[in-house]
């Protein structure tokens, strides 16, 4: 079906394809949206995506996106810098951010460990946590739960367990507004041990 679309709308249609969670039908409507919609705003999208790759870069500290280093928070006094957040990726960051409801600071491992994957220790950003984990901190471990996102927290919590610093994880159970009929077998049964006093 593509073969009749010009080169540059099949290049165009590529591009947007190979985004998480697009798939052709999706990446060809916004070609084609693309096309229709003014030469400014096509210029202005192209500018935009050019101006992310060469703007953006990691933060020394914390290893989250910034176009100034230190980042904003790592750079903003108010917060709490022995209280580290650690996430898989800086988009992480911005999840906590919404909420208000964090005063301390980040720090993203790049990923998490995947022996089959061919992600040990070294492809990630453990080495800089343990150098910034000093005596008296609180390292919040907020990586996905999963079973590479439980190995890394297992891992990281052994790296730090003589340095006194204390290791927490997020808590996990149900999600507001979910059913218990339908949640799965292990967030039941971590909601379960996890439970609070009212």
Do not use: W
Not at 2 to 22: A, E, N
Request: glycine residues 8%; charged residues 25%.
């Amino acid at each position: 079906m593509l073969d009749s679309f010009p080169d540059s709308i099949i290049r165009l249609i590529d591009r947007f394809s190979s985004f998480p969670g697009i798939g052709k039908k999706t990446a060809q409507r916004m070609a084609f949206h693309v096309l229709k919609d003014s030469n400014e705003n096509a210029l202005s999208l192209a500018e935009a995506v050019k101006d992310v790759k060469s703007n953006i870069a990691a933060c020394s500290l914390c290893g989250g996106i910034t176009e100034k280093d230190p980042c904003t928070i790592c750079d903003d006094s108010k917060r709490d810098s022995s209280l580290i957040c650690v996430v898989e990726v800086p988009a992480d960051i911005y999840a906590f951010e919404r909420t208000s409801g964090f005063n301390g600071v980040y720090h993203v491992l790049g990923g998490v460990l995947s022996p089959l994957d061919g992600i040990g220790p070294d492809e990630l950003n453990i080495d800089s946590l343990v150098d910034r984990a000093s005596s008296g901190n609180e390292i919040v471990l907020a990586l996905n739960p999963s079973i590479e996102g439980d190995t890394t927290c297992l891992y990281i919590s052994k790296l730090l367990a003589d340095d006194d610093v204390k290791i927490t994880r997020l808590a996990r159970g149900i999600p507001v507004g979910g059913e218990l009929e339908y949640t799965d077998d292990a967030t039941l049964l971590r909601a379960m041990e996890g439970r609070t006093s009212l």
